[in-house]
């Protein structure tokens, strides 16, 4: 297969870096009209503009939350969706790590954003980290939103306690960092925004030590890239909508506008 | 910080409750500042621990606490007995006419109680100080100065304590003498809560209550009890939160942090955890794209509480006087007890 064409709006080939990411991936992409694969901004009216979408795969950069009956349900192309903090690269061996996570436990999701705007899309990012991660939340809970922040308190299927929070704060980079705390083990992870290719921090503390993985210096932003490929050649489906209805039915009633 | 670096005359300390804390505490910290204070007598409920804690300081044992109280060589009491005895004990120390008393936390286990003990010092002009070792943290204060006016001064306050069992650290201070038998604590959630509140969530309290602009109106939002031991309690007072959380576990790596979040800057103040003679706490703020570390005086807050007593003792004025004292004793009965009453309600519908 040659390089596929990438194209779409304009404001999702700026806020995703597509031109960057493109070009570090010569082999796979390339930007030309008309395009095999789009990226589409992930605002209002995303899930509309994706059923709409007639390409051979689609892109939504950085989505926000949406009614769940507008996701469609059978897309006629592979759909990524293209978190800030989500998408990183290192949450597959996070995943692993996560996996039979001790009931007893908790799990902390911490998100620090420059804008209040950047509140909502921050959640559902949340709740895509944790679905990733092997955790998702079914039971949500809001104890505090304001345009500083908010804190949630939800749980997993089997019963480990999360809480999620958002800082609002100009002072340092936007990032997600996941703790996990158990009575013998410890996982903590760094989700950096994907600006830049600054790597994931991902350590696991146990009573014999730490464990720091290895760092993989690519945003999460190539990283959806690389993988809208491989469900368009076929290698690895996407189903990054599956479970996105869920979690937007969860949060639907939480957000302050509803 | 005034200490005189030489002393002709040590001020004589006497203490009453010699447990671990005492032990791992009080008396490595006080041997470092041995030409400023001199252990002279140590005081237990136990003839035995008495004893052996008292030959290892050089001191006197003894079982009565007026024994102590009326021994004239000594300036300065330090309440390290179980919480039920510290508001008797130093109200008795201020009668005796004591220099100082320093008690450890909680100063009381009710508001009532540490009225009292503050009017006794008013009366008596003896000054106490509370053994709340992060409010005398030289991280802490050099932290406060930079940030600069607290109260309101951020939205959003987080302290999170992820720390081994005490034992492990009191090993590294001391070798403890009759170690008492770990506590078979209370099951009940709200039960659990409440011990951790005023037993842990106390040393940050304090801080937390800097940071709010109106500490006396609280509304708990969360409190859940964590295993083995710790707790996770959301408040928020006049729209600023707080996040109150501790886990006790056997992870080797501890951290305990105290972080502040604004619209433009934001901090963290990392301590060491209790018992090691390790310091001072490690503060970065961050603003406007320029992260600024300090570098405090190299000592923890146990060394910098009689450090600060010995100033107090000649003269100088205590860093927090009674009225505040007894206003963070309130505050943090006062989260324990609302995040009691939020724990029954979340813990059940658990
Ligand atoms: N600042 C800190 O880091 C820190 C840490 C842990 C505990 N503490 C506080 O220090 C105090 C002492 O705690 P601990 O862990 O050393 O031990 P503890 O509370 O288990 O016991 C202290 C000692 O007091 C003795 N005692 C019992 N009744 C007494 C009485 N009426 N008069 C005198 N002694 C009596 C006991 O025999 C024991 O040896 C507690 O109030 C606790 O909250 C402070």
């Known amino acids: ?10 404001q999702a080939l700026s806020r995703g870096d597509v031109p960057a990411v493109v070009a570090s991936l010569p082999v796979s992409l390339r930007l030309a ?56 690269p290192v949450m597959p061996t996070a995943a692993r790590l996560f996996t039979d996570w001790p009931a007893d436990a908790m799990i902390e999701a911490a998100a620090v954003v420059a804008q209040p705007a950047e509140l909502d899309g921050v959640l559902l990012d949340q709740l895509a980290t944790l679905r990733r991660l092997g955790s ?64 994931a921090v991902l350590v696991r503390t146990t009573d014999a030590g730490a464990t720091k993985f290895p760092t993989l210096w690519e945003s999460s932003h190539r990283a959806g890239w690389r993988r809208l490929v491989a469900a368009v050649d076929g290698t690895t489906p996407a189903d990054d909508l599956t479970g996105l209805r869920t979690d937007l039915g969860l949060l639907a009633p939480l957000l302050p506008a509803s | 910080m005034s200490v005189s670096p030489i002393s002709p005359n040590p001020l004589g300390v006497g203490f009453l409750g010699a447990g671990p804390v005492t032990q791992a505490i009080h008396l490595p910290a006080l041997a470092g500042l041995g030409h400023l204070f001199s252990v002279r ?4 409920a136990d003839g035995g621990t008495a004893r052996s804690v008292a030959a290892r300081a050089g001191a006197r044992p003894s079982t009565s606490v007026q024994d102590v109280l009326q021994d004239e060589s000594i300036d300065v009491i330090a309440v390290c007995s179980p ?11 201020c009668l005796a006419g004591k220099k100082v008393v320093l008690c450890e936390k909680p100063f009381a286990t009710t ?36 940030w600069g006016e607290t109260a309101g001064s951020a939205q959003h306050i987080r302290c999170s304590a992820v720390l081994p069992p005490n034992p492990r650290f009191e090993d590294f201070a001391t070798e403890v003498s009759h170690r008492p038998p770990a506590p078979t604590g209370p099951t009940a959630a709200a039960d659990r809560i409440r011990d951790g509140v005023l037993g842990l969530a106390i ?22 009890s964590l295993t083995p031991f710790g707790y996770s309690i959301i408040f928020s007072s ?113």
């Open chain 1, 1 to 10: 297969m040659g390089a596929l064409a990438v194209g779409g709006e304009l």
């Open chain 1, 33 to 88: 009209e008309p395009s095999d694969l789009v990226a589409l901004e992930g605002g209002p009216g995303w899930p509309e503009r994706v059923a709409a979408a007639t390409a051979r795969g689609v892109m939504v950069v950085h989505p926000t939350p949406a009614a769940p009956e507008a996701v469609p349900a059978h897309p006629g192309a592979p759909v990524v969706l293209n978190y800030r903090f989500a998408d990183n």
């Open chain 1, 136 to 199: 998702p939340a079914v039971e949500l809970t809001r104890l505090t939103w304001s345009s500083a922040g908010y804190y949630l308190s939800a749980v997993t299927r089997t019963g480990v306690r999360l809480l999620l929070s958002a800082h609002v704060t100009t002072a340092t980079s936007p990032q997600l960092r996941i703790r996990g705390l158990a009575p013998s083990v410890a996982l903590e992870l760094t989700l950096p925004d994907p600006g830049t290719a600054q790597p």
């Open chain 2, 41 to 44: 007598a140590v005081m237990d």
């Open chain 2, 83 to 93: 919480h039920p005895f510290h508001a008797e004990q130093v109200i008795e120390a």
């Open chain 2, 111 to 146: 508001v009532e109680d540490a009225t009292r003990i503050a009017e006794v010092c008013a009366t008596t002009g003896v000054p106490v100080l509370v053994g709340a070792m992060h409010t005398h943290d030289p991280g802490w204060l050099a932290f406060t100065q930079a």
């Open chain 2, 203 to 224: 040393h940050d309290l304090p801080l937390i209550r800097a940071f709010l602009a109106e500490p006396g109106q609280i509304v708990v939002h969360e409190a859940r």
């Open chain 2, 238 to 350: 006049a729209g600023q939160v707080v996040e109150l959380h501790a886990l006790m576990s056997e992870n080797w790596d501890p951290h305990w942090s105290f972080q502040v979040f604004a619209p433009t800057r934001a901090a963290t103040v990392t301590f060491m955890p209790s018992y090691v003679q390790a310091g001072p706490a490690d503060v970065v703020i961050d603003e406007a794209g320029r992260r600024t570390q300090l570098k405090a005086a190299p000592h923890n807050g146990y060394l910098g509480e009689w450090q600060h007593l010995y100033d107090v003792a000649h003269g100088g004025a205590p860093r927090y006087g009674t009225a505040e004292l007894v206003a963070d004793l309130a505050f943090a009965l006062d989260v324990a007890e609302q995040a009691c009453g939020a724990a029954a309600t979340t813990n059940r519908a658990a």
